[in-house]
């Protein structure tokens, strides 16, 4: 059993940056993958990045590919989304999540465990 707490998202400008934080509480975290999707007003939860147990593994979206950046830190139970160069689409509640068994990184139902999300919104 794990909990997650998002934190870090607000409103800024396109072009700027924002350090989106995910605290996880209970115990192995370094046994969860985790994630970050996002979903937009009015579309579904899509997937944004993911990061293997030990950090040696990273995926993104295309969407996020060259801009975001995900990281962890198992020592602080923390899983960390580094975005840059931030555009209005970008604009969506951003959500960590974490399983301790993914076949398939970018697949919303693979994860049992969700966060309560943090709103990103980007003005242009």
């Known amino acids: 059993q794990v909990q997650l707490v998002e934190s870090g998202g607000g409103l800024v400008q396109a072009g700027d940056s924002l350090r989106l934080s995910c605290a996880a509480s209970?115990?192995?975290?370094?046994?969860?993958?985790m994630a970050w999707f996002r979903q937009a007003p009015g579309t579904e939860r899509e997937f944004v990045a993911a990061?293997?147990?030990?950090?040696?593994?990273?995926y993104y979206a295309i969407s996020a590919k060259g801009r975001f950046t995900i990281s962890r830190d198992n020592a602080k139970n923390s899983v960390y989304l580094q975005m840059n160069s931030l555009k209005p689409e970008d604009t969506a509640v951003y959500y960590c999540?974490?399983?301790?068994?993914?076949?398939?990184?970018?697949?919303?139902?693979?994860?049992?465990?969700w966060g309560q999300g943090t709103q990103v919104t980007v003005s242009s």
């Open positions: 209970g115990r192995a975290f370094s046994t969860y993958t």
């Open positions: 999540a974490a399983n301790s068994r993914v076949l398939e990184v970018t697949r919303l139902r693979e994860y049992g465990y």
């Open positions: 990061i293997s147990r030990n950090g040696g593994s990273t």
